[in-house]
């Protein structure tokens, strides 16, 4: 569980509670089913990390596109919407070279637009030998995203390093030694899915 998730949580209960006792029990559930709607939403499962030269996911959701352009890396698009778990995985194991924070629009992070005009995060890994980057951008709804980590920190593949609110889109970029592993529809899960894996 996300300590956002109970903070959330605590304050609508109270709110809910003011209301029920104020104005009697239909108007105060509500903030209870919204209560229980972001414990829900945060939390934050165990994923099992596969070994071995792969990329993997780094949120859960869906794949929306794959733009793989003949020069130039290939991007992945997942969409994450507000039932799929919001934190963010690190895709691979490496020194993170680079956040760049840019402000933007909350477009419907579905469409492809969002991953160039929306608010996003772009993160740099460099790994042994590669080089990955993904970006956490901020949808119709969420509106913060949170970042743990700073450049020359170290992380882990499958490691979590932050989360987006309400939900959203992440993009991730790989070089031409990647052979990708997933297509258009899949359903991939942060940590535990491959993306891709690295070419003999």
Request: with cysteine; proline share 6%.
């Amino acid at each position: 569980m996300v300590i956002d998730g109970i903070y959330y949580a605590l304050a609508l209960t109270a709110g809910g509670a003011a209301v029920w006792y104020l104005t009697g029990p239909v108007f105060g559930i509500p903030l209870f089913l919204l209560a229980l709607f972001c414990l829900y939403f945060f939390r934050d499962p165990d994923r099992v990390i596969p070994d071995g030269p792969v990329v993997v996911s780094p949120a859960d959701g869906k794949v929306v596109s794959i733009n793989a352009p003949a020069e130039g890396p290939a991007r992945i698009s997942i969409f994450l919407n507000v039932f799929d778990v919001h934190v963010n995985r690190a895709p691979i194991a490496g020194a993170i070279t680079n956040v760049d924070y840019k402000k933007g629009q909350f477009l419907v992070a579905s469409r492809e637009v969002a991953s160039s005009e929306n608010e996003r995060n772009i993160v740099t890994i460099q790994g042994t030998g590669a080089t990955v980057t993904f970006s956490q951008i901020a949808g119709l709804i969420a509106r913060r995203i949170v970042f743990y980590k700073k450049p020359g920190d170290q992380v882990a593949k499958g490691e979590r390093v932050g989360l987006i609110k309400f939900g959203s889109r992440v993009d991730i970029f790989l070089g031409p030694e990647w052979d990708i592993a997933v297509k258009p529809g899949d359903r991939v899960a942060g940590g535990s899915s491959i993306l891709a894996r690295r070419k003999a």
